[in-house]
């Protein structure tokens, strides 16, 4: 199945999300910027996204989905609660998580979040999400 023009057009703005934020910062981003590391006008930028606080979250949210998506590919190969630490921890510092871009990103979002109006509530709802898988995990062995 052919993906659709507007799942493609958003994918390659959270990759110019996520390329701007690693150059530019966090706190430096704008939606000019984000244009034009995309190739788009501002005005399709709108189009797929209201604002730039709706950007970064979906550009966060993204990274975090492959994150999740790979632990749990991998959890399932393990059988201890020990090798299941381990690909946790493995995963998280692999060369292709653990680098300076997704390092800013993460920094750059804990440090700026607060700041950002519609952002702080997200910022709660992943923080419980960790802490309530970290929990299952800790209970349940």
């Given at each position: ?102 390092t800013r ?37």
């Amino acid at each position: 199945m052919r993906k659709k023009i507007k799942d493609i057009r958003r994918e390659e703005l959270l990759q110019a999300t996520l390329d701007t934020i690693h150059t530019e910062g966090l706190h430096n981003i704008t939606v000019a910027k984000l244009s034009k590391t995309a190739g788009m006008s501002q005005g399709m930028v709108h189009h797929y996204f209201k604002n730039k606080a709706e950007i970064i979250e979906a550009a966060i949210r993204h990274v975090n989905a492959e994150l999740r998506t790979e632990i749990v590919q991998e959890m399932s190969r393990a059988n201890t609660p020990a090798e299941k630490l381990f690909k946790i921890l493995d995963i998280n510092f692999a060369p292709h998580w653990f680098n300076q871009k997704t390092t800013r990103l993460w920094v750059s979002f804990a440090v700026k979040c607060p700041s950002i109006t519609p952002l702080p509530a997200f910022r709660r709802s992943f923080t419980d999400a960790c802490t309530v898988t970290l929990n299952t995990y800790y209970n349940h062995y």
